[in-house]
């Protein structure tokens, strides 16, 4: 594999002997351990754009988290304004299942001077090639990030995949933006494109209290709850001291939270986003359009986002198999062992891309809160919204759910 300068972020970067050492006392042996600074080692798999890999052991510098910075319409916006860039998400590699990297921006740019004495700029004949990625982080929760990296040096401690045994030690700095050289092609500049850890690292970084503010929590059962941004599904559960429920995430983000109250599902929603506007009608009429794996659908409410270019649904959904099914082939996915039909309800948000000039939509997301097994002959269970588990507000490192007393009262 050819080695060059600028590709700082591929195996084989050119260490100079000074600093292989300098990455070694970094890496590996317990240099910082005495500064009571934690380091997660992790093993993984490095992938290249060129097909070459390696493998290893890996980490930050101790004391320094990954910092990824969500992309305008790229799942990891806040509900902010279409155009701007997202929180930044800090994470280090304890809680990382795997993290790709693709191109976000690719374009080239020519250096210039400025001509002695004005103003005028004189460029060089060659233009040289920029390239942006961004990273999709998979966490072990099953959460996803997409987002762009702030520039981060990596460490790896090289191993033969076969004998186990240490070759070298590497220093990797994971670029926001890399350049080529005047004259080169995009296809030029290798880069980093997948890693892909081999241990199990840690399922939760956070957990954040949930706190009732009109509702029994004695009422609720099989409490639930998927992230605002990105739809997934988290852990909820009772606290060991205290018992009261709690919502583990890896980043601690807000969630929508759903629960069965008697027989009903329902969710927390906003009581206007359930209302038969023109735009929800608008809305439903293209969400009934979407072919799906669940047939039968019912839409329960909408929360528009980014001035209605994104918009979400809540959706009753069941899979009633149809009759020409195929059940004589052994095996077939809707069919059980005893040869019964295999239908499934769920209660699910899902996250659309709308045009706002034509009102069409594209689905691009999706999460389920509930996802049960019926009986073919069983009806549907109710699902609907449920008004004291709305709003949601993450506040004071507390999840608060419901009106306050003075709110109801008024």
Same mark, same amino acid.
């Given at each position: ?7 700082? =972020?591929?195996?084989g970067?050119c ?5 292989v050492?300098?990455?070694m ?8 351990a005495?500064q009571?600074?934690v380091?997660?080692?992790r093993e993984?798999?490095l992938r290249?754009?060129d097909g070459?890999?390696?493998?290893g052991?890996i980490?930050?510098?101790p004391?320094?988290?990954?910092r990824?910075?969500?992309?305008p319409?790229?799942?990891g916006m806040? $509900?902010g304004?279409?155009?701007? $860039?997202g929180k930044?998400s800090?994470?280090n590699?304890n809680v ?6 693709s191109?976000?921006r690719e374009f ?5 001077k400025f001509e002695?004495?004005?103003a005028? @700029?004189?460029?060089?004949k060659?233009a040289?090639?920029?390239r942006?990625p961004? =990273?999709?982080?998979?966490f072990n929760?099953?959460e996803?990030?997409t987002?762009?990296l702030?520039s981060t040096?990596?460490?790896?401690k090289?191993?033969d +995949?076969?004998?186990g045994?240490t070759?070298?030690n590497?220093k ?11 004259g080169? @092609? ?6 980093l494109?997948q ?6 690292g840690?399922k939760?970084k956070?957990?954040?209290e949930?706190?009732f503010?009109s509702?029994?929590? @004695? ?16 852990l909820?559960?009772a606290?060991k ?6 919502v $583990?995430s890896t980043?601690?983000?807000n ?5 069965k109250i008697?027989d009903r599902?329902v969710a927390?929603?906003p009581?206007?986003?359930?209302k038969r506007t023109e735009?929800?009608?608008?809305v439903?009429?293209?969400f009934?359009k ?8 019912k839409?329960l409410g ?6 209605g270019?994104?918009m979400?649904?809540l959706?009753?959904?069941?899979r009633?198999?149809?009759?020409h099914?195929?059940r004589?082939?052994p095996g077939w ?6 040869g019964?039909?295999?239908e $499934?309800?769920r209660?699910s ?18 999460g ?8 073919a002959?069983?009806?549907?269970p109710?699902m609907?919204?449920? +008004?004291?588990?709305w709003p949601?507000?993450? @506040?004071d490192g507390k999840?608060f ?10």
């Amino acid at each position: 594999m050819k080695h060059t300068k600028r590709n700082i =972020c591929r195996p084989g970067a050119c260490l100079k002997p000074l600093a292989v050492m300098a990455t070694m006392l970094v890496c590996f042996p317990g240099v910082l351990a005495g500064q009571g600074v934690v380091s997660h080692r992790r093993e993984a798999v490095l992938r290249f754009s060129d097909g070459s890999q390696i493998q290893g052991t890996i980490l930050l510098t101790p004391g320094v988290d990954f910092r990824l910075v969500g992309i305008p319409g790229r799942g990891g916006m806040t $509900f902010g304004a279409e155009g701007k $860039f997202g929180k930044v998400s800090p994470f280090n590699l304890n809680v990382v299942k795997e993290m790709s990297f693709s191109p976000y921006r690719e374009f080239y740019k020519k250096r210039f001077k400025f001509e002695r004495g004005s103003a005028t @700029k004189i460029y060089e004949k060659l233009a040289f090639p920029v390239r942006e990625p961004q =990273c999709t982080v998979v966490f072990n929760s099953g959460e996803t990030r997409t987002g762009i990296l702030h520039s981060t040096v990596l460490y790896l401690k090289e191993k033969d +995949p076969d004998t186990g045994i240490t070759v070298r030690n590497r220093k990797f700095i994971l670029r926001s933006k890399q350049k080529g050289e005047p004259g080169d @092609k995009l296809e030029d500049l290798v880069y980093l494109k997948q890693i892909r850890m081999l241990d199990e690292g840690d399922k939760i970084k956070d957990s954040v209290e949930i706190e009732f503010l009109s509702l029994d929590s @004695k009422s609720v059962n099989e409490l639930k709850a998927i992230t605002q941004r990105t739809l997934t599904s988290v852990l909820v559960k009772a606290g060991k001291q205290d018992g009261k429920p709690k919502v $583990f995430s890896t980043l601690g983000e807000n969630v929508f939270l759903a629960a069965k109250i008697g027989d009903r599902y329902v969710a927390g929603w906003p009581e206007e986003g359930t209302k038969r506007t023109e735009l929800f009608e608008a809305v439903e009429k293209e969400f009934l359009k979407t072919v799906d794996y669940y047939n039968e659908r019912k839409m329960l409410g909408i929360l528009p986002l980014n001035g209605g270019r994104r918009m979400l649904v809540l959706a009753k959904l069941r899979r009633q198999v149809p009759a020409h099914a195929y059940r004589n082939l052994p095996g077939w996915f809707e069919i059980d062992a005893e040869g019964n039909d295999m239908e $499934f309800f769920r209660l699910s948000v899902w996250m659309y891309n709308r045009d706002l000039a034509t009102g069409d939509m594209v689905l691009i997301s999706r999460g389920s809160f509930y996802r049960q097994r019926l009986d073919a002959e069983a009806k549907t269970p109710e699902m609907g919204v449920c +008004p004291e588990l709305w709003p949601i507000v993450k @506040k004071d490192g507390k999840i608060f759910v419901g009106k306050e007393q003075k709110e109801i009262e008024q």
